[in-house]
């Protein structure tokens, strides 16, 4: 049977969702994701957060209960803005979610977690090693992991591209 990887559906990886799904098909992984924001997780978070972190600790009691062979919980540092600023820091609760996760799951230290700290600032390629290292980590070899990463690349660009185009007539 094919490894599963639970990906949180919460805060950017809404945004990300088709960079990280594809890369992680295109390895051979099935990409598990949670349907329910459940009570329980929302009630184990342990200070006041924002809904959306609230959310993310709901989704994340539902990821658990249908335990992947790994987690996937991103540290997003910085994401890239075209024609932006230089730097495009994420907030600090994005870039804290692997850790108040890790911390309010105890379950979650008996498990495989994937938790890079990845930098966009200046587009997806310029962190293409960051991914090859997470397919090496998965046992996939450089060619492998870097060509899951083109793959998804060209995905999450489409999938930029669809959404502007959809913006656009809507704005017409």
């Known amino acids: 049977p094919k490894k ?3 990906i949180n559906q919460s805060l950017y990886v809404e945004t990300l969702y088709p960079l990280y799904y594809n890369f992680f098909t295109k390895l051979g992984l099935e990409v598990i994701a949670p349907d329910t924001i459940e009570t329980e997780g929302i009630n184990k978070k342990g200070a006041a957060f924002c809904y959306p972190i609230e959310i993310s600790h709901g989704y994340m009691q539902n990821l658990i209960k249908k335990n992947p062979d790994y987690f996937f919980l991103p540290h997003l540092e910085s994401m890239y803005v075209e024609n932006g600023i230089k730097s ?6 994005v870039q804290g979610e692997p850790y108040f996760l890790r911390t309010a799951f105890k379950e ?3 498990k495989e977690i994937i938790s890079p700290v990845i930098n966009f600032d ?6 293409k090693w960051q991914f090859i290292k997470i397919g090496n980590r998965l046992g996939f070899s450089k060619g492998q992991s870097s060509g899951a990463f083109d793959f998804a690349v060209q995905k999450q660009m489409s999938f930029h591209k669809e959404i502007k185009e959809m913006g656009r007539s809507m704005l017409e």
Request: proline share 6%; with cysteine; aromatic share 16%.
């Open 122 to 127: 200046n587009g997806y390629y310029a962190s």
């Open 88 to 93: 495009n820091c994420t907030c600090p609760f």
């Open 108 to 110: 979650l230290s008996q």
């Open 4 to 6: 599963t990887i639970g």
